[in-house]
């Protein structure tokens, strides 16, 4: 199996790339990036944790040799397009209008691109589109609350089902917890402040009985998202530990699939 990837540098993408180079059905990822990547340090990083010592049975090296890396310019379309294939398309690209610099800027990463190249695999074969959306998104209580970024998550889920993939795949998660390369002030701060009440909600166990539209609030583990995308695209790796590996007291990520029928 072929994976094509967008957004490979970010908090979730690497360990997306991680948890997929781990495994066996999948033979090749090209990854399209604006600059180079270091490719055995997030894999030899990732494989001292639980979740590398627990998925992988490959070294770093025989990781790393699945890897295709395209150093590409997205402005111009005819230096990826012809890398454009694959059996997936995977996209965990994604900005903030902080470091956009603007809503438009921000809409041409987080929904044109990703759409362009989508639109390209598909063209050629791609099958399968899975990507991480946000929270919010087809819920109608957040259209009280009007907001550009989850409108053009939207947006972009909405033109990617327009595409007629034989499977579209969306994760759906809150705020993002974990180590990030960069500090985003008013996230951590809204992290912290309902982290703690997740744990004490938790520690009393009513965590899980709550709402999904009142859990959706609660930040998510960075690599709960990543293992979450990889197993809903390519099924568990070992369906023996599913519920052995699931903690009743965790945040349920919100994940929205649509099937194709195939003659």
């Known amino acids: 199996m072929k994976v094509l990837m967008l957004g490979a540098s970010g908090a979730v993408g690497r360990l997306v790339?991680?948890?997929l180079a781990s495994r066996q059905e999948v033979s090749?990822?090209?990854?399209?990036?604006?600059s180079k990547i270091p490719l055995e340090k997030y894999f030899n990083v990732w494989k001292q944790t639980q979740n590398g010592v627990?998925?992988?049975?490959?070294s770093a090296e025989e990781m790393v040799k699945k890897i295709n890396v395209k150093q590409v310019n997205f402005q111009n379309a005819q230096e990826w397009r012809p890398f454009a294939l694959g059996d997936i398309f995977i996209s965990c690209l994604g900005t903030t209008l902080r470091d956009a610099g603007s809503r438009?800027?921000?809409?041409?990463i987080d929904h044109d691109l990703v759409f362009q190249v989508a639109k390209e695999g598909k063209n050629h074969g791609i099958h399968t589109c899975a990507m991480i959306s946000s929270f919010g998104v087809g819920d109608p209580f957040m259209e009280l609350f009007p907001s550009f970024y989850i409108d053009t998550k939207s947006s972009l889920?909405?033109?990617?089902?327009?595409?007629h993939f034989n499977r579209s795949i969306f994760i759906r998660p809150s705020f993002l917890a974990g180590k990030r390369d960069q500090k985003r002030f008013l996230e951590g701060n809204a992290i912290s402040t309902l982290g703690f009440v997740e744990r004490a909600l938790s520690e009393i166990g009513i965590l899980r009985?709550?709402?999904k539209k009142v859990q959706q609030f609660f930040p998510v583990q960075i690599n709960k998202v990543?293992?979450?995308l990889v197993n809903e695209?390519?099924?568990r790796g070992n369906k023996s530990t599913e519920k052995k590996d699931r903690d009743e007291n965790e945040v349920e990520i919100e994940v929205f699939i649509r099937n194709m029928n195939i003659d």
Do not use: D, M, N, W
């Not at 627990?54 to 490959?58: I, L, M, P, T, V």
């Open 17 to 19: 790339l991680c948890h």
């Open 28 to 34: 090749e990822i090209t990854v399209l990036v604006r």
């Open 54 to 58: 627990k998925h992988s049975s490959y």
């Open 104 to 108: 438009q800027k921000f809409k041409e």
């Open 157 to 163: 889920e909405q033109h990617i089902l327009e595409l």
């Open 209 to 211: 009985r709550l709402p």
């Open 226 to 228: 990543a293992e979450t």
């Open 233 to 235: 695209t390519l099924g």
